[in-house]
Antibody, heavy 127, light 107 residues
């Protein structure tokens, strides 16, 4: 059974750093792209970026480039999303999700159709 | 960026109704359009990919159609578990963008 299990909710202050995780199981972690999606309270989903754990090839949405870092540790089948300096506007639910097809090539299906999702990690940034 | 809009933003329907949700892209995206269902406090779930392909395990009352800029999600015979918010997503080019959502609630 494919599962993506994310780390727990976080409460942070502005300026603090944070790294949240997404542990995969039930499939070959290195052969599928994993993406991150933000959902601010009451708002639409926003695609942040995606990583191929096999070789750590990473693509970012321009809106999030330079604001976050996506990484993966294939030895423990875990993807990460991290911030070096949080802002109040980073308050949101963050989801990891797997690309649908096993492929190194980033296509509409393998990269951008997200078939399994983590349960979400709520990040609250407040002074 | 490709903008994606949906209509209506919300609708009220009864169990057994047929429901249609429309999604429009700001430029042609061929058939690179996916539909997701999200229930409160839960992660989204893909229903339809590539505009009209039913994701494995999804009931056949869900169907999708369209190409180019205009797409439709249809739910035949709405069931109690279908009350949720539905998002379309263009997977044609980065940055990938989602529609604003359509909330389907009980009449």
């Amino acid at each position: 059974e494919v599962q993506l299990v994310q780390s727990g909710a976080e409460v942070k202050k502005p300026g603090e750093s944070l790294k949240i995780s997404c542990k995969a199981s039930g499939y070959s972690f290195t052969n599928y792209w994993i993406g991150w999606v933000r959902q601010m309270p009451g708002k639409r989903l926003e695609w942040m970026g995606i990583i191929y754990p096999g070789d750590s090839d990473t693509r970012y949405s321009p809106s999030f480039q330079g604001q976050v870092t996506i990484s993966a540790d294939k030895s423990i089948s875990t993807a990460y999303l991290q911030w070096s300096s949080l802002k109040a506007s980073d308050t949101a639910m963050y989801f990891c999700a797997r690309g649908q097809g096993p492929s190194r090539y980033c296509s509409s299906t393998s990269c951008y159709t997200l078939d399994f999702w983590g349960q979400g990690t709520l990040v609250t940034v407040s002074s | 960026d490709i903008q994606v809009t949906q209509s209506p933003s919300s609708l009220s329907a009864s169990v057994g109704d047929r429901v249609t949700i429309t999604c429009r892209a700001s430029q042609s995206i061929s058939s690179y359009l996916n539909w997701y269902q999200q229930k409160p406090g839960k992660a989204p779930k893909v229903l339809i990919y590539a505009a009209s392909s039913l994701q494995s395990g999804v009931p056949s009352r869900f169907s999708g159609s369209g190409s180019g800029t205009d797409f439709t999600l249809t739910i035949n015979s709405l069931q109690p578990e279908d009350f949720a918010t539905y998002y379309c997503q263009q997977s044609y080019t980065t940055p990938i963008t989602f529609g604003p959502g359509t909330k389907v609630d009980i009449k």
